[in-house]
């Protein structure tokens, strides 16, 4: 199954973006948003469990990003708001049909499914 991410651009800082994640007209029990700059390891962004909407963050984006689903488009969401340069990234939408507890939703190494990475640029 493919995962597609949709919404990447560029931005000035403290602007706005959203991504989206849609995975073949199906869903998974877990979702989540890494991203990853040129010489450093895959970075946790966000997460959220399909059935109970409950959701982790990085501490880097709390009270700036929201992640969540929309049921009828069968989408993973990303809004991303008051974004830094920082934010700066290749930013990859993951899934794995296994319903993980929050704690471990950052771990990158459990999820089966990826997308593709769609690049947000902030400019300052």
């Known amino acids: 199954v493919q995962l597609q991410a949709f919404g990447g651009g560029t931005v000035q800082a403290g602007g706005s973006l959203r991504l989206s994640c849609a995975a073949s007209?199906?869903?998974?029990?877990?979702y989540a948003w890494f991203r990853q700059t040129p010489g450093k390891e895959r970075e946790f962004v966000a997460g959220i469990r399909w059935s109970m909407g409950s959701t982790r963050y990085a501490d880097s984006v709390k009270g700036r990003f929201t992640i969540s689903r929309d049921r009828a488009e069968k989408t993973v969401n990303l809004q991303m708001n008051s974004l830094k340069p920082e934010d700066t990234a290749v930013y990859y939408c993951a899934a794995d049909s296994r319903t993980w507890n929050t704690g471990s939703i950052p771990r990158a190494h459990l999820y089966d499914s990826w997308g593709q990475g769609t690049q947000v640029t902030v400019s300052s």
């Open positions: 007209g199906r869903t998974f029990s877990t």
